[in-house]
């Protein structure tokens, strides 16, 4: 939005040519979250705690989490308007890809949002019902699905799943590549939804997740760089390193009230939609298994949830003492900031042994 007007005074002011490049466009763009949420955090969380929408905490898990009850919830609402703000102003909004990138992450803050709602404002500890909320994922991620497929037509990448470590191998799957992207999505989505469980471990893995995905958009979307990485050219889809840069900054930000002990919670509305965000990412840099690399912390979360559920169903033995694993970690001993820092450092080695994978191809 901004973009577009300090571009029609390129041909009269020379200086005007530095709004052209991705990397100062996306500086300002993470400028602009990261003053956005600082400058609303207080006031955001005062309206919370005056309405009192603070979070409920449930009996049953760690004893340590009580006295978490009543802290300021729906904080996504901060992130999801930092980013938001800061791509609308600074990023080129003919790009494709960039309303398809903020349509799955507002539509998943909106699906967010319901939960919540349900949760603080109704005081339904259920919040909204599994399937209905299955549902609404499922048919948000399908349409932005058919709009990254379609965005791809024409480059000879359509339909085309990659794979890391390899340089020129991959499966074409046509159109069923609109239910591996739905997927990809909704897993993406529901994986930082159930990290989300103490101050700030889902929100430092996503700013990693976006920092990393900074660099593979505006390489993906270099042809130079792609062709010498011998990664995927997606053309056009280097405008996304303005998007991640403000998520990513808005993410900070956020950090700055969600840090241990936290003023404020992201709530579903922040977790559903950065991780539906991620899910898109990676499908439209054509990166959809490097995400499990990248996303390793994402992936331990829902596999120690998938395998606590299957373990009970078929021996009746829980093969930790409460899922995701990070409440295992805190009822044999660990204190609370020492799980969230420990977890940090695995998102950032999962990081680096995914942006590894560009050289090793």
């Not at 995905?213 to 390193?241: D, H, K, M, S, W």
Request: a positive charge; charged letters at 15%.
């Amino acid at each position: 939005m901004l973009y577009w007007y300090l571009a029609q005074f390129e041909s009269q002011f020379t200086s005007f040519n530095v709004f052209r490049y991705l990397t100062f466009r996306s500086g300002l763009a993470a400028l602009t979250a990261l003053l956005f949420v600082l400058f609303l955090g207080k006031p955001f969380i005062r309206l919370i705690q005056r309405k009192q929408y603070g979070q409920a905490v449930r009996d049953d898990g760690p004893q340590s989490h009580l006295k978490k009850k009543g802290t300021p919830t729906m904080g996504g609402v901060l992130i999801v308007g930092g980013l938001s703000v800061g791509t609308l102003l600074w990023a080129d909004l003919r790009n494709v890809y960039v309303w398809l990138m903020l349509a799955i992450t507002w539509a998943y803050a909106g699906i967010g949002f319901l939960d919540d709602y349900f949760k603080v404002i109704r005081k339904d500890p259920k919040g909204l019902a599994s399937r209905w909320k299955f549902r609404l994922q499922v048919i948000s991620a399908l349409f932005v699905a058919i709009g990254l497929y379609h965005a791809q037509d024409g480059w000879g990448g359509q339909g085309h799943l990659f794979f890391p470590f390899f340089k020129t191998f991959f499966l074409d799957l046509g159109p069923w590549y609109i239910p591996l992207t739905v997927l990809t999505i909704v897993a993406a989505s529901n994986a930082v939804n159930l990290t989300d469980g103490l101050d700030g471990l889902a929100i430092g893995p996503s700013i990693i997740n976006f920092a990393a995905f900074f660099f593979l958009c505006y390489l993906g979307g270099n042809f130079v760089f792609a062709r010498y990485l011998q990664i995927p050219y997606v053309p056009e889809v280097g405008e996304l390193t303005v998007f991640c840069a403000a998520t990513m900054a808005a993410g900070v930000a956020f950090l700055w009230f969600n840090t241990y002990p936290a003023q404020i919670f992201m709530g579903d509305v922040g977790a559903l939609s950065l991780g539906g965000a991620l899910g898109a990412l990676a499908v439209a840099t054509k990166n959809e298994i490097l995400l499990i690399i990248l996303g390793g912390v994402f992936v331990l979360e829902t596999v120690s949830v998938i395998l606590q559920v299957a373990s009970f169903k078929l021996t009746g033995k829980r093969l930790f003492k409460m899922a995701p694993i990070h409440h295992h970690f805190e009822l044999i001993g660990w204190p609370e900031p020492k799980v969230i820092v420990r977890f940090w450092i695995l998102a950032i080695l999962f990081a680096i042994l995914a942006l590894s994978t560009l050289k090793l191809r």
